[in-house]
RNA sequence: CGGGGCGUAGCGCAGCCCGGUAGCGCGCAUCGUUCGGGUCGAUGAGGUCAUGGGUUCGAAUCCCGUCGCCCCGACCA
């Protein structure tokens, strides 16, 4: 048995982790494993992303892990935003280097050297480049896939001849991040534009999904930066346009990380162990044989298999579990992994010509069905799908019910202090933020992108503010 | 960095106060049994007790130091 996310949440979604067998401790501090059913989902999040970027025009190109430290210091706001969480090389092959090399904490700068050397003119870009790689922040907590310290990720890296191109590249590819929270790891993020305070260090403005976590908390699931000229600025990233003017590029750059997968875990999972968005499961059915005799071994496992190989044909991702353990432990064991849908075939099955399909998402005799072996690939399609939408629903409903408007200083504190993200008008500085902060420990996750236009009063300030912002505690 | 906890079998722990050469549960292996919601039994394998030093005839146990990891906060994807 798992501790109950209503006695202490931190502590189940740790067991989580462990007990699913996404990942494993390791002897370096806050670096963990990651065990082939976790690098599995990744691996589900790296594929669909992958395909996407593709299709928009982007291609994979991989730079160095280690980066000269000068180079962190040309954008101002960069380094100061990240020099706390540096590992740093300062001695290798036996020798003192010369210049430090910073372990990546992100590639912005190295990448931007490259760019201000490969373009020249106008007819270069837009130049849209991905890379999926692995970087390192010594943070000072970290926790399995939320915050790591070192992680996977893809980052990707794009510049542009004007402000409405990159503009646009940072929304597309936010849309696109929220386009796989929804429709494949069933989380209702909401997207939005980062406060001041909360943008990435160098960046003119950046864009997030937020999600909301089963304990209320708020998870950044990924984010798209504007990066204005900044970094162009910084590492002289010019082209020749169209009238033979030298002009800087506007640059983008844009995350999504391992964190998701801790975030698939904190959205679906229950008491009962993980449940998994069938689309991103490494396993969507798990089929397990029922029998007494040695005649029904056969005549199961040969029927089982018949239908297997028929799922497996349609592109349906199937484990049989013919491990020698009861039915009994096998349903708890498969259900602790999340797995979508299980598949049971008996001696009873045989005569009717059915199996029977149980749901991870219903819990107990509600969510099993009989269903004939005619016909299966369809039922089954059909289910995965059913089940996608009802996770979704769940998470939708949940996040809805757990936000509330806030149109004073005390309700907000109020709201905060139970739990839930507050969602008000919002006209206050960036110390005003600070000092929410301070009181109650919830910060601006976002201003929605869907705002409902118009004008009323800040909620902190009472000065008429253009603007509503969500309010939570977060990851 | 502040606060708390823990290092003893693969995992979870007991033993330590009151020194005498290591034990329980799970897991693992073999055999049998069971099998539509965590079967049951038998046998067996597996440990430099984190580490360095000290006290002692003798240290997992007492004393001093070191290292590491986890959890809670501040920093952050």
Same mark, same amino acid.
């Given at each position: ?71 962190? !210091?040309? =954008?101002? $706001?960069?380094?100061? %935003? ?10 290798? #092959?036996? *020798? ?97 534009? !980062?406060? =001041?305070? $909360?943008?990435?260090? %160098? ?10 976590? #089963?304990? *209320? ?259």
């Amino acid at each position: 048995m798992v501790t109950p996310q209503s006695e202490d949440f931190s502590k189940w979604y740790n067991e989580i982790v462990y007990r699913a067998d996404l990942a494993a401790q390791s002897p370096v501090r806050g670096c963990i494993i990651i065990k082939p059913y976790g690098y599995e989902i990744w691996e589900a999040v790296k594929n669909w992303l992958d395909r996407r970027f593709k299709e928009t025009g982007h291609q994979n190109a991989y730079f160095p892990l280690f980066i000269p430290e000068s180079y962190l !210091k040309r =954008e101002a $706001e960069h380094v100061e %935003g990240f020099s706390p969480e540096l590992a740093v090389v300062t001695i290798a #092959g036996g *020798k003192e280097l010369e210049e430090p090399l910073v372990v990546r904490p992100t590639s912005e700068t190295i990448i931007g050297e490259a760019f201000s050397q490969w373009i020249q003119s106008y007819r270069d870009l837009p130049l849209l480049i991905n890379q999926w790689a692995n970087v390192v922040r010594w943070e000072l907590r970290t926790r399995p896939f939320l915050r790591t310290t070192e992680f996977l990720w893809q980052e990707g890296h794009t510049a542009h001849t004007t402000e409405a191109d990159a503009e646009a590249e940072t929304m597309q590819m936010l849309d696109i991040y929220a386009d796989f929270a929804w429709n494949q790891a069933a989380m209702p993020v909401i997207k939005g534009r !980062k406060s =001041e305070n $909360e943008k990435f260090a %160098g960046a003119l403005r950046t864009y997030t999904i937020e999600g909301m976590m #089963g304990d *209320k908390k708020a998870l950044q699931s990924a984010t798209s930066h504007n990066l204005g000229q900044n970094f162009a600025k910084a590492f002289n990233i010019k082209y020749l346009s169209r009238e033979n003017v030298e002009e800087y590029c506007w640059t983008t750059s844009w995350g999504m990380s391992t964190r998701i997968v801790g975030g698939i875990v904190m959205t679906h999972g229950d008491d009962k162990g993980l449940r998994l968005p069938p689309r991103v499961a490494p396993i969507q059915v798990v089929a397990v044989p029922i029998y007494k005799t040695e005649t029904e071994i056969s005549a199961v496992t040969e029927a089982l298999q018949r239908i297997v190989k028929e799922l497996r044909g349609a592109g349906i991702r199937v484990h049989i579990d013919d491990r020698d353990e009861t039915p009994g432990f096998k349903y708890n064991d498969w259900e602790m992994r999340g797995v979508p849908v299980r598949l049971e075939m008996g001696p009873k099955d045989l005569e009717k010509n059915s199996v029977v399909l149980a749901r991870r998402d219903v819990p107990g005799k509600e969510g099993k069905q009989f269903v004939s072996q005619d016909g299966i690939v369809q039922a089954v399609k059909d289910l995965l799908d059913t089940i996608h939408h009802h996770m979704l629903q769940q998470a939708q409903d949940f996040t809805q019910s757990n936000i509330q408007d806030v149109h004073s200083h005390d309700e907000f504190k109020q709201v905060i202090e139970a739990g839930y993200w507050a969602r008000g008008w919002w006209a206050g500085s960036n110390e005003q933020e600070r000092g929410i902060k301070e009181e109650t420990g919830a910060t601006i996750r976002c201003f929605p992108l869907d705002q409902p236009g118009g004008n009323a009063p800040c909620f902190l300030t009472g000065q008429t503010a253009d603007r509503i912002a969500l309010f939570a505690k977060a990851y």
